[in-house]
C-alpha cells in the first residue's frame, strides 16, 4: 500500500469507529427540525449531510479542515513566502486531515504525473460533440469518457467487500484528479487558441501545469492559477456540484461518474457559471453605455445600470449566496491578489466600483438575504486580465479545482459506507392538508 492511502487507512479505521459509535449510542438524538418553509426553500438551511473536508461559516466563510483561507496561507506548503498554497497540499489537507509537509507535496506531485496520461479515445470523444457545444459540455463529455478507467466499477462488479470500496475509489479520484487539467487545456487549446496541444511539464506543481498547458507560462501566471485552484476547492458538502457528486456517487456509480455529475450541476447559472455572467454582464453595461473598459464608467452610472438589472428582473452576478452573509473571503483573496499584482486595470477598477455600489443597492432592496460578493463576483476580472478572454471557459476552470474537493469527499462517503441517499417526498396535497390539520 502506498504512503498516502497507508495514511488514510489508519485514519479511517479510527473515523469508521467514531462512525458507528456515533450510530449505536445516539441514533435517534435530533440535529435539526424541517419546517415547510426549509422543505419549500431548496432545503436551506436543514443539516442534513456528512462532509468530512470543509466546513462554511457564514460570516468567516470556508474552512478546509478547520483552516481558514488566510489560516491555509501560513500552514500550507508553498515555494516562497510569495508563493500561493499548491494544490498537491490542498488535496492532501482535504483528504486525510493533516497538513502535509514539502516531501509530501513532492510525493502527491509526482504521483500526479505519473497518472496523467488520459486515454486516447477521451480526446475523441470531446472532438466528435458539434462545434456549438459549450466548454462544459465538452469537459464532462471528456469526464464521462475517461470513466472507461474506473477500477471501483470494475472490481466493484467481479465482487469487492464493501470495507474495501475506498480503495479503488481512491486510485480512481487520484486519477481523475491527475488527468483533469490536461483534458480542460485540451479543451481550450482546442476551442480557444490554434488547436495546439501542449504537453504537461513533468517537472511543475499540477495548477502551473493547468497554467502551462493553457499556454501560460509566467511566475505570476503559475501563481494566479495556483490561487484560483486553492481556492475554489470545496465549499462544504450543500452546494450543487458537491451534492450532486456526493448524491450520484451514493448509488455506487463510479467516481468519474459522479464528479462528470457534479460539473453538470455547476453548469448552471446559479452556481459556476455566475463566474461567466458577471463578465458577459459587466461587458452588456459597457455596451448600454457604448463606453470601451478604458473609457470607464462613473460610480454614478454604475449604480444606474444595477438598478436598471434589478428592475428588468435580473440578479445582479457574483452576488449574494444560499449560506455566506458577508463578503466571500474567497472574493478579498482576489482581491488582494490584484492589489499586489496588477496596476490600472479598467475591469478590475469596475468590479471594485461594484463592490462598493452593489451591497447598498441589494440591502436597499430588501430580498437578497446576503447583499454581499462570492467568489465569482471578482475572478473573472482576474483571468481576463492575465490574458483569458474567453470568459465561457471560466466554469470549467471553477470545475477542475472544485475535483480536489468532491474527489476527497467521495473517497470518505466509500470509506464510512455512507448508503444510498433516499430522502421522502410528499406532494403539494400533503403539505396543504398536513398544515391545515395543524
Ligand atoms: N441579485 C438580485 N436578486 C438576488 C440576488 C442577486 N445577486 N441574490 C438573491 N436575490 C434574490 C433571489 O433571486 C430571491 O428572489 P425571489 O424571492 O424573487 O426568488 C431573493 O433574493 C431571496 O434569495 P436568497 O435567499 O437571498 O438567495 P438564495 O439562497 O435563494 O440564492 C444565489 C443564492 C447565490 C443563487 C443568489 O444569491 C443569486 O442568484 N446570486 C446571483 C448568482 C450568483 O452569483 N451565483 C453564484 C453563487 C456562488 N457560486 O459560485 O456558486
Ligand atoms: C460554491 O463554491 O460551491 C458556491 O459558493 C455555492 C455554495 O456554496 O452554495
Redesign the pocket.
Known sequence: MDYIKQRLFEKGSLMRAQLQDLLKESRDLIVDEVTIGNVLGGMRGVTSLLTVTSK?DQYEGIRYRGFSLPELYKVLPRYNTEGEPLAEGVFYLLLTGEVPTMEEVEYMRKDWVQRSEVPEHVFRAIDALPKTSKPMTRFSTGILAAATQSQFQKQHRVGLRKEDYWDSTYEDVMNMIAQLPVIASYIYRKEFCDGEVIALDPNLDWSANFAHMMGFNSEEEFKLFRMYMFI?AD??G?????HTAHLVGSALSNPFYSYAAGMIGLAGPL?GYANQEVIRWIKSMYKHYNRTFEEGLSEEEIHDFVEKTLDDGNVIPGYG???LRAT?PRFITQKDFADKYVQNDPLIHTVNILYKVVPAVLQERGKAKNPWP??DAFSGSLLLHYGIKDYIFYTVMFGVSRALGVGAQLIWDRFLSLPIERPNSQTLDWFTEYANSE
Not at 238 to 242: E, P
Open positions: 462554511l475554489h465549499h462544504e450543500g452546494n450543487v456540484s458537491a452556481h449566496h444560499a449560506v466571500d462570492n467568489v
